[in-house]
Nanobody, 119 residues
Framework: QVQVVESGGGLVQPGGSLRVSCAAS????????IRWYRQAPGKEREWVAT???????NYEDSVKARFIASINNAKRRLHLQMNSLKPEDTAVYFC?????????????WGQGTQVTVSS
């Protein structure tokens, strides 16, 4: 079984920075991709970024140039550095590890971490 845990959320003022992390443990297999999503109150969950094991990341337009993802393959950990935060970035942030057992790819989700941007 695979466990995924997000951490690092909190309260930050507009314009500030915060780093959230996502760690996976257990029988991980091959990492295909790791995705960040967020869900604001009353809204649908939306995609934020996708990182592959070569440390290449694609970002949703509204966070591009403000958010930076980095992966530590050995430690099975992904970080999302969030800069120039805006109130509209307030959401629960989730990570999704897409892992392959050599045949099928499965998605493993964490419980989410709350990020609140407010003065």
């Amino acid at each position: 079984q695979v466990q995924v845990v997000e951490s690092g959320g909190g309260l930050v003022q507009p314009g500030g920075s915060l780093r959230v992390s996502c760690a996976a443990s257990g029988s991980i297999g091959k990492i295909m991709a790791i995705r960040w999503y967020r869900q604001a109150p009353g809204k649908e969950r939306e995609w934020v970024a996708t990182t592959t094991t070569d440390n290449t990341t694609n970002y949703e337009d509204s966070v591009k140039a403000r958010f930076i993802a980095s992966i530590n393959n050995a430690k099975r950990r992904l970080h999302l550095q969030m800069n120039s935060l805006k109130p509209e970035d307030t959401a629960v942030y989730f990570c999704d590890w897409a892992l392959s057992d050599g045949g099928t790819t499965y998605d493993y989700w964490g419980q989410g971490t709350q990020v609140t941007v407010s003065s």
